[in-house]
């Protein structure tokens, strides 16, 4: 079973650039190299079959989940505003906005059906529809979009893999006439989650919702952060502890039952018959708690071990573990690079492998807590380089956190939850008053993090390692745990610290890189200064309780450049879109300087403005205001600063504009400003034509006017803007303008990142989406 899941992998990796994620080879190469360990340990003719049912399965599951994936149509998608009919499938309530997921969906008057799911966001909703009602709505639907940045999570993707095939947002909906139609097991859970915020505490009943029935939408940002800086935030998603309680205290009560009432039951071992009765509980449990991922795979994994229980081959724990594996990748092959998956199955590996080095070994109750001690501290370790590879944080106190919060989860908390959702049916008061005590427990558990959380180095962020040392690390564990003798510790151990120092790809010392990121309808630029360091330039998007672009889109872009420290960000006006993600930024990485401009009335009126400040304060970053024109030298290159106007002029024409230059290249990025901004910037003498600039205005037509257009003459402009933006940016006469200098256009709606590295002399721009940038001239409409 080794020798095909190792292939299966394999096939897996060899087969996913069809899915549009190419450059896996070093990992191609791990499991060649493990499976060719493997291989030696079974008989020749087995393993051959093994070796090419694994790579023909894995290769196919790939090709069939693509296919599985529906197709939309592209008609759907637009900034026209369209009349949408849908059954609600789920919902999730959140601080901002109600989340609906709707089935059988047509569009238009013509009613036209969508053959996947949309997701809709409600906003500035009073009441939302259960699942199961027909409502109708306005809304423009749009492609489920990744952010195109280098080191970004594919959000595009996962909405596709789940049937999702629009998205969008609206402001009413209306109740169609009809019965209920289907989707009674998330109308339960919707009904429970509403019961839980009846019965506790406002600060406790986003963790208990999280726990009881999967929905997270209430569970607060700054309390996942604290449950992450701790090591704690598995135990917010429903997986293998929770799965593995109910199958634990199902399994335990159903045998105490058996004995008591089966008449021959003392003659035979009701271990069998109890474990095989323990599955639909299980099952139960995964419907209540909404079928997610994390609850599939653990789903797997608990079933095939009461199945090996019940088979009598408990004691076969690796093949079984194996079997699990084999049986969600043939069906979701995407999870293998997923880190739930990776997470999940190294932690019982570790777990299984200590646990059976340490079977007797310790005596005693002192022995026992020195045993789970090792046993914690054995996950941590292994776990530690792919939460480093996915997540970029480490949980420095995470060995002291878990031995705590693991029992009051797993002795306290979860038991009260599922008492009470099994007598809620029968006494809703006791009930209220079990998930209520569920809730104090929980609160128990917020405050130990809590406390953990403000020690010194608790939120410790990292860049990881590089893939390729992420690789070297797996062959390292494949090397301990197959190997024999002390050689395979030392020899593996070697290669670990050789995978966790692994250089990251770096740019020539001499080398000045700008990116402009994909962020959709706002704008971010991270700049690489030869001599001086990195530095962002905007960090604008969404920023929402449960997504921010600085954490969620900026700081992986850096992270896999290998960054951990900052020279400055930069805000050229305090609105979202070129602000929303700068907090994090200074959260999550060490920085030297804030740069905004001059905006008093916006330092003492605007909330997110005043976080942002007080949060360089508290981080002691240095905050610098400009006014007029200023130049400043930065190790190889030249930085110019102009503020162009004070108040009373709008805030767009009081954008810091910032000029980048090495050698022969500048590289202009102009914030927001428009027609008086421009106008003030043309009269400065310091502006010269560029080679790269950042269109004002995300190209809007009250921006880039003949007189900044005749003075800038770049080689290269580029429009920051999202995909079907309401506003209609680019203006069609903004890029009409330009295109009559020559210049090449790019634009990050359809191109992705685009990025421009220059020595000074040279220069190359390229772009995710394509190698080269368009002719002179933008491409039709889409």
Request: hydrophobic share 50%; charged share 15%.
């Amino acid at each position: 079973m080794g020798g095909f899941l190792v292939w299966m992998i394999v096939g897996i990796l060899a087969a996913w650039p069809v899915a549009g994620t190419p450059g896996w080879a070093p990992l191609v190469l791990a499991g060649t190299l493990a499976s060719g360990v493997l291989w030696r340990q079974r008989r020749e003719r087995w393993a051959k079959a093994a070796a090419l049912g694994g790579l023909l399965t894995g290769m196919g599951g790939v090709l069939w989940e693509e296919l599985r994936c529906p197709v939309p149509n592209l008609a759907w998608w637009g900034p026209q505003t369209r009349e949408v009919i849908g059954v609600v499938a789920d919902r999730d309530m959140r601080p901002d906005a109600v989340q609906l997921l709707l089935d059988r969906v047509t569009v238009g008057p013509e009613r036209d059906p969508l053959p996947g799911l949309v997701r809709i966001s409600l906003y500035r909703q009073a009441a939302a529809p259960w699942p199961g009602q027909r409502v109708r709505l306005w809304t423009r639907l749009r492609e489920p979009r990744s952010y195109r940045v280098p080191g970004a999570f594919d959000y595009g993707r996962y909405l596709r893999l789940q049937g999702v095939v629009a998205t969008g947002w609206a402001k009413g909906w209306q109740e169609v006439e009809g019965s209920p139609e289907g989707w009674l097991v998330n109308l339960v859970r919707a009904r429970l989650a509403a019961w839980v915020a009846e019965v506790v505490s406002p600060e406790q009943v986003g963790l208990t919702q999280a726990m009881l029935v999967g929905k997270r939408g209430r569970l607060a940002r700054e309390q996942q952060d604290v449950l992450k800086s701790t090591g704690l935030f598995h135990l917010v998603a429903i997986s293998g502890l929770h799965l593995g309680l109910v199958a634990g205290w199902s399994f335990f009560l159903l045998r105490g039952l058996l004995v008591l009432t089966v008449p021959w039951a003392r003659r035979w071992d009701m271990k069998r018959p109890a474990a095989l009765l323990a599955i639909p509980p299980v099952f139960l449990y995964g419907a209540l708690s909404g079928w997610g991922v994390a609850t599939e795979r653990a789903m797997v994994m608990v079933t095939v071990f009461l199945l090996a229980m019940a088979l009598g081959r408990a004691h076969q724990t690796w093949r079984a573990l194996g079997l699990a594996a084999i049986l969600l990748l043939a069906w979701h092959p995407h999870q293998l690079l997923e880190a739930g998956f990776q997470l999940s199955f190294l932690a019982v590996a570790v777990l299984v492998l200590l646990g059976s080095w340490n079977r007797g070994r310790w005596q005693g109750w002192w022995g026992r807590l020195r045993g789970w001690l090792l046993l914690t501290a054995g996950v941590g370790l292994a776990l530690l380089p792919v939460t480093a590879y996915h997540f970029h944080q480490t949980s420095p106190y995470g060995i002291i956190a878990n031995p705590v919060a693991i029992p009051l989860v797993s002795l306290v908390s979860v038991p009260l939850g599922l008492v009470g959702l099994v007598t809620w049916p029968l006494s809703p008061d006791l009930a209220a008053g079990l998930i209520a005590a569920m809730g104090h427990s929980l609160g128990l558990l917020l405050h130990w993090a809590q406390w953990i959380d403000g020690w010194p180095g608790a939120r410790h962020f990292v860049p990881g390692p590089p893939l390729a040392g992420l690789t070297l690390m797996v062959l390292a564990g494949v090397m301990a745990a197959l190997g024999k003798g002390w050689p395979k510790w030392l020899v593996g151990g070697a290669m670990a610290l050789g995978g966790w120092f692994w250089p990251h790809p770096a740019l020539p010392p001499a080398t000045l890189q700008v990116a402009i990121l994909d962020v959709h309808q706002a704008q971010s630029v991270v700049v690489r200064m030869p001599g001086e360091g990195w530095s962002v330039l905007d960090a604008g998007g969404l920023s929402t309780p449960g997504f921010d672009t600085g954490q969620a889109v900026i700081a992986p872009y850096l992270w896999r450049h290998g960054v951990d420290h900052l020279r400055r960000v930069v805000v050229s006006h305090p609105q979202r879109d070129h602000m929303a993600g700068a907090a994090a930024l200074l959260t999550l990485f060490p920085v030297d300087e804030l740069w905004i401009g001059h905006f008093p009335a916006e330092e003492s009126g605007r909330e997110d403005f005043q976080h942002l400040l007080a949060t360089a304060a508290r981080r002691a970053v240095r905050v610098r205001r400009f006014q007029g024109s200023t130049v400043l030298p930065a190790g190889q290159g030249t930085w110019r600063v102009w503020a162009p106007l004070g108040p009373p002029a709008a805030t767009n024409d009081r954008s810091l504009v910032v000029e980048a230059e090495l050698g022969d290249h500048r590289f202009l990025m102009a914030g927001d400003i428009e027609k008086a901004g421009e106008a003030w910037l043309t009269a400065h003498a310091g502006l010269a034509p560029v080679t790269l600039l950042v269109a004002p205005h995300h190209g809007s037509a009250s921006s880039s006017g003949p007189a900044l257009v005749d003075r800038l003459r770049p080689a290269h402009v580029v429009f920051s803007v999202g995909a079907d933006n309401p506003f209609g940016f680019p203006a069609r006469q903004t890029l009409e303008r330009w295109r009559a200098t020559g210049a090449r256009l790019w634009r990050t709606d359809r191109q992705g990142t685009i990025t421009a590295r220059s020595d000074g002399r040279s220069l190359t721009v390229t772009a995710v989406e394509s190698p080269h940038a368009d002719p002179p001239g933008d491409p039709a409409p889409r």
